[in-house]
């Protein structure tokens, strides 16, 4: 057939109905944004001549009109999907429903998971089989708001990028796929790399991977839309407990909160959520984390200002082994913690202290109790007056019994032993200083707490 207007199609006139669709059907695609001005033709009554056009400005006006029109309708090639007028301008379809479509175009019936549309009306659900103002001939406007007509809209105000986009076949084929949802890149994490080849790559070569996010990202994140950072199904918080229930006791029931836990991106403060060459997916050495943010003074929720560690831990000579490793942990639980300081175990904050042993636990946890419960001994310690253990001496009293901080400073220092140049007095702001001099067989010092005095560990 020809896209011109003959006198024998005006003799038989025509009006605006369309070719069948589906056999017994009339599609009814999207009104035009252009249409013409001339009033169609009556509908013709008698068979048409084989040099009529069907598409014309007075015939099917429409389709004319479309912005985009089928490949066959546009060069007049309507008998390749329609029979010859059976009678009052009838032209059945050369093949039932879909095969009219699938003859040309093999999009369904090759892979596992089907579009569900098929069983519904077949390839018009989505597409005008002549003209459409949308690409691909789509029966709405734009690829969003045809799946919006069959699936509902997902809300939130942190959208993922295609979805806040509209391009929803930017993840899902709209006829088959071999993964469920009909996604494009395969099933779990394999199609969102499609897009997050930098969290492949660092799932790939990471010595730690966390486990969603090596099976399915969406155990965390919804692939459309959510309320929360991220694209996270829950509060970032929340989605880890709904895993680390231990943790979640542990935050909850902490005597010592620890403030990094409760604000800004709470676990992804120090944690990758993804992969990391490091133990419990940190994201850098525990000391570089915590650096962070105890780079300054920090003032507590309950008043007590924690002082700039940066110092002792960066610029100290002589530095606590478990601080010259970087494992903060050692001594402190980051989550959480039963003792003052998020320490792992009592510890005395005080500068006098009654003795016993449970008093220093976490001491003890590396060094040996004896340290402080032999009276003498050659071996334990270098810090004697021949064999009297002076850390018994100083340490094991009922009365006044020196702790650790009243001589040592926990994180470092530039004295061996981690000596302290100076220390603040019980319950004052005076720095007392320790004047500790040592020398090879010994030392003295001359604090404010007692005269002058020295030691030798050969003759007393």
Known sequence: MLLVVSAAA???GCDRSEPTGVAGTVAEPPTASVLPSALPAPR???PLGPNVACIT?????????AAHVHPTVRDGDCLVCHEPDQGHHTYPLTRPGDATCTICHDVVGNLEHQHAADEVAGC???HDPHASPA????TSPSVEILCQSCHVAHE???RHGPMAGGQCTACHLPHESESRGLLRGGD???HCFLCHAETQRAITEASHVHAPAAADCTTCHDPHASDHAHALRLPIDEACFACHEDLQGQVASAATPHGAVFTADRCANCHDAHASDRPALLRDRQDVLCLECHDRPIVTSGGRTIGDMMPAIRERRFRHGPVRSGDCTACHSVHGASHERLLREHFPGEFYASFAVENYALCFS?????LVTEPRTTTLTGFRDGDVNLHFVHVNRERKGRTCRACHEIHGSNLPRHLSEAVLFEGSSWAMPLAFTPTTTGGSCAPGCHRPMSYQRGAP
């Open 10 to 12: 005006a003799a038989a």
């Open 44 to 46: 013709p009554t008698q």
């Open 57 to 65: 400005a007075e015939c099917h006006p429409r389709i004319a009109a």
């Open 124 to 126: 018009t659900t989505c």
């Open 135 to 138: 690409q691909f001939l789509l």
């Open 156 to 158: 939130g105000a942190v």
């Open 188 to 190: 779990g994490p394999r």
């Open 366 to 370: 590396c060094h040996d109790s004896a």
